[in-house]
């Protein structure tokens, strides 16, 4: 199982790919030809290895569209995404807009935590995907995920 970790908080990254790892699960650096399509879409400045951090700068759309490309493409199996969702760069919208996006392509399993607004972007996708307060948490359900589909 190939696993990438798709952030706009890069410490956040850091600690799921630690754990997704601890755990011996691969999480093996983004293919060359994925590079390249998600920087025509992140800010110049995202990291585009495994973890991928769009940076605390990316918009909500830009998220969501090298959101997409990672979940059309046979590269990796399963999404472990960290959102941190910042105002006004996030908006009461975005798990409408991840529904559009999502047709269950591969699993994605969701981390976001914060404040009152976080908690509700959180409780919208948990009716989609799963969702956790702690990367940690995050990279046990990858692990189990595994164990019942490898």
């Given at each position: 199982?190939?696993?990438v970790v798709y952030t706009n908080g890069g410490g956040e990254g850091v600690?799921?790919?630690?754990?997704?790892?601890?755990?011996?699960?691969?999480?093996?650096?983004?293919?060359?030809?994925?590079?390249?399509?998600?920087?025509?879409?992140?800010?110049?400045?995202?990291?585009?290895?495994?973890?991928?951090?769009?940076?605390?700068?990316?918009?909500?759309?830009?998220?969501?569209?090298?959101?997409?490309?990672?979940?059309?493409?046979?590269?990796?199996?399963?999404?472990?995404?960290?959102?941190?969702?910042?105002?006004?760069?996030?908006?009461?919208?975005?798990?409408?807009?991840?529904?559009?996006?999502?047709?269950?392509?591969?699993?994605?399993?969701?981390?976001?935590?914060?404040?009152?607004?976080?908690?509700?972007?959180?409780?919208?996708l948990e009716k989609i995907v799963p969702v956790f307060e702690?990367?940690?948490?995050?990279?046990?359900?990858?692990?189990?995920?595994?164990?019942?589909?490898?």
């Open positions: 199982m190939r696993i600690l799921a790919t630690d754990a997704l790892e601890s755990l011996g699960l691969e999480v093996p650096e983004t293919p060359e030809y994925l590079k390249e399509k998600l920087k025509h879409i992140l800010p110049s400045f995202a990291s585009l290895h495994n973890p991928i951090d769009t940076t605390a700068q990316a918009s909500e759309d830009q998220y969501l569209k090298g959101l997409k490309i990672l979940l059309e493409d046979s590269y990796f199996d399963t999404i472990l995404a960290i959102l941190l969702p910042q105002l006004p760069w996030y908006t009461k919208n975005f798990p409408k807009k991840f529904k559009e996006i999502y047709k269950k392509q591969k699993p994605v399993i969701f981390v976001i935590y914060g404040g009152s607004f976080a908690k509700r972007i959180a409780e919208e702690s990367p940690i948490q995050a990279s046990k359900a990858v692990w189990i995920l595994k164990e019942l589909t490898f």
